[in-house]
Structures are given as structure tokens and as C-alpha cells.
């Protein structure tokens, strides 16, 4: 597990939002077939190796770099930060933490100015920039939009064995925690944390880790996100839907999770609530309440909770998994959630699925 870093003298850098991430996959017609054919994707450039993708409220360069490797992984999650001045906040920030730190120059990612990646105490891959290229933004080119157009790019979602930890960690650089999923005897199982004021700009799901759960874009309106099940029907790829269309319990957002050719997940997601005042206050839910994840109560499905994004270190190479040691969410709610209550207390008719699993 992530060691807990000591406190740095320095101060944090100044995240605004996740900004973009860029995903290696193994075949980059397959994967334009995915986010520009079906989740409609603006290209704002392409080429032999890799896609510059932006939704379509995003002026700068791009929300999702999709570049064509060896094999599937995510090689960078990115967050801008409010000035340039705060690369040199985020390159001391990081040194202090005693990881492994790197400077970019301007135009070392295509769309992208000066940064500074790290390889963060979690073992994940993350850049903070401020300067990018920016782009015509289509919020109101309704003659581009498809049925089921992403606005922007909403969160990240990633796996780490230590969740405590991992919050600390993203506490320490200004994040603030939305809500939470807990049992009785004190272990996390889950939080969202944030710096735009929305339910969360990154959510930390135990697991074995560093792994990549998935990435998330909003839609403006659920029938966008309808529409995409339906296109997806139409193609007979009813397979990469994974879980939903559903209505989350934590965030409230209606969702859907997808699984693009490489199998790295997207969700798309929609009406989550206002966070921004200092009293915002935090949500906890009980691992055994069935309605924390689909409001609704319908089951999460095992892979879910099992399958994630492999992701790389500043060199290219597959980071180490380390495995979680609290107890999993899948094991403690029986897989799909089929002895979960939906009423606090109520052991007789209260499970969902009761003995279907
Ligand atoms: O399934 S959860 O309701 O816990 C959930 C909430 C918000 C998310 O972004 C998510 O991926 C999952
Ligand atoms: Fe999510």
C-alpha cells in the first residue's frame, strides 16, 4: 500500500479540474470507431499514431488523447492547474514528497504547454498545465452535435488498495472529499473527492491498485446518454455496455459504463449536484445499503468491481498492482449486491436478489 507521505512544507499546487487523460490502445481504427463514430467525439487532431479528442464544451486542445501501443494502459491522467506559476509550485510539491518528478517543455504533448509530470505517491501517472492550444468549443454548434454528444470531461476514476491513504494524499493537494462508502467497523471502501465544485473530480475505489477504473464525461441530458444504448444496439455491440443506464446513489447521476475495444472503461454520466460552498456537506453510505451505487438497487455486475486499466510509469512500463488488503466491496455485498438491504433493517424482504446468486 501507498506509504502516507510526510507533510510538505510547501504548498499544493492549484488544480482547477481533471483536464484530460490519454489512454494506449492496441488498435487506433477500432478505437476511433468507439469515441468518434459512437460517443461523438470532436477530433481536433489526428494522425498515424495517435487521436486528439475533445467534448464539446472543452476550448482547449483535447479531453482524450487515445495513442496507439503495445499494450491497452493509461499513460497519463492530467490536471490544470490556475497558472503557470504553479508548475514550479507542483515540481517542489512533489520533490518534497520525494517521488519522481519531470519537467515538460511546451509541445512535449501535442495542444500542451510547459508541464510537470509526476509519478504520485499512489503510482499513478499525473501532469499538471496551465498553457493550451485552444480550440473552437462547440457548446452551441447543435449542426455538429450527435444524438448523443459529451459535453466535457467529468472525472476520473481510479483503483488504489488504500483508500484512507489515497485520501490523505488528494486532501493534501486541496481536494475535498463529496462523499464516501463505509461499513460499521471503519473500513472505506470508496470516496469522491473534488476541486471543481461537482461531486468529484477523482473517486478512489479500493482495489487492487495503481489501476485505472474508468474515465467519465458528462452529457447535458439523460436521452444523450439513452441515445448512446440505442446506437449501440443498432451496431449489435450491446456488449460494451457494462453496467446501466441507472441512476447512481452516490453523486445522484444517471450513468452508463462502457467498455471501449481495449476493454478501458468510460462512463457517461449526467445531473450531479453543486459542491462548491466551504459547509458543502459530505455523504456517507453504509457498503450494505443496495441503493449506494444504483439508486434504484439494481445489481452491480462483478466485473465492476474486478476489472481495470493497467497503468504506466513516466518510462512507459506497467506499473506494479499491489493488492488491496481491506476487505473488498464484491466479497462484503456477496458480488452483485444480491444481500445488500434496501430498507435499513429489514432482513426479511429487503434483498433485492435475495437467494437468485
Ligand atoms: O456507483 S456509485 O454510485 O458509487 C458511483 C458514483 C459516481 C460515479 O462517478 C461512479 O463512477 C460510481
Ligand atoms: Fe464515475
Not at 451505487?293 to 497503468?311: F, H, K, L, Q
Request: aromatic content about 10%; hydrophobic content about 35%.
Amino acid at each position: 500500500p501507498p506509504t502516507t507521505p510526510s507533510l510538505p512544507t510547501v504548498p499544493p499546487p492549484d488544480v482547477i479540474r481533471c483536464a484530460y487523460a490519454e489512454l494506449i490502445v492496441t488498435d487506433l481504427a477500432a478505437a476511433r470507431a468507439f469515441y468518434v463514430d459512437v460517443l461523438g467525439l470532436v477530433v481536433t487532431h489526428e494522425d498515424d499514431h495517435a487521436l486528439y479528442l475533445r467534448a464539446f464544451e472543452e476550448y482547449l486542445h483535447h479531453s482524450l488523447i487515445v495513442r496507439v501501443g503495445a499494450v491497452p494502459a493509461l499513460s497519463v491522467l492530467a490536471y490544470r492547474v490556475r497558472s503557470e506559476a504553479e508548475l514550479d509550485v507542483a515540481e517542489a510539491y512533489y520533490r518534497q514528497l520525494g517521488v519522481r518528478v519531470e519537467r515538460r517543455p511546451a509541445g512535449a504533448t501535442r495542444g500542451i504547454g510547459a508541464a510537470v509530470r509526476v509519478e504520485d505517491p499512489l503510482g499513478f501517472p499525473i501532469e499538471f498545465f496551465y498553457t493550451a492550444e485552444h480550440t473552437e468549443r462547440f457548446t452551441q454548434r447543435y449542426d455538429m452535435h450527435p444524438a448523443g454528444a459529451l459535453a466535457r470531461l467529468d472525472h476520473f476514476n481510479v483503483n488504489t488498495p488504500d483508500v484512507p491513504a489515497a485520501r490523505r494524499y488528494y486532501e493534501g493537494l486541496g481536494f475535498r472529499v463529496s462523499e464516501d462508502i463505509v461499513d460499521g467497523d471503519g473500513t472505506v471502501y470508496a470516496a469522491w473527492l473534488f476541486r471543481k465544485p461537482t461531486v468529484h473530480d477523482i473517486a478512489l475505489t479500493g482495489g487492487d491498485g495503481p489501476r485505472l477504473h474508468h474515465i467519465a464525461f458528462a452529457a447535458q441530458e439523460r436521452h444523450q446518454i439513452l441515445h448512446v444504448c440505442d446506437h449501440l444496439g443498432a451496431l449489435r455491440q450491446s456488449d460494451v455496455i457494462e453496467r446501466g443506464p441507472g441512476r447512481h446513489g452516490v453523486s445522484n447521476a444517471f450513468y452508463l459504463y462502457l467498455r471501449d475495444p481495449d476493454g478501458h472503461r468510460i462512463e457517461i454520466y449526467t445531473h450531479d449536484y453543486y459542491t462548491g460552498d466551504p459547509d458543502n456537506p459530505v455523504i456517507h453510505w453504509d457498503v450494505h445499503d443496495n441503493q449506494r451505487r444504483d439508486w434504484w438497487g439494481n445489481p452491480v455486475v462483478p466485473s465492476w468491481y474486478t476489472e481495470a486499466s493497467d497503468v504506466l510509469d513516466l518510462d512507459g512500463r506497467v506499473q506494479k498492482v499491489v493488492p488491496r488488503t481491506d476487505s473488498n466491496e464484491m466479497d462484503v455485498t456477496v458480488g452483485a449486491d444480491g444481500f445488500s438491504y434496501a430498507r435499513e433493517g429489514d432482513t426479511s424482504t429487503g434483498f433485492k436478489l435475495g437467494t437468485q446468486i
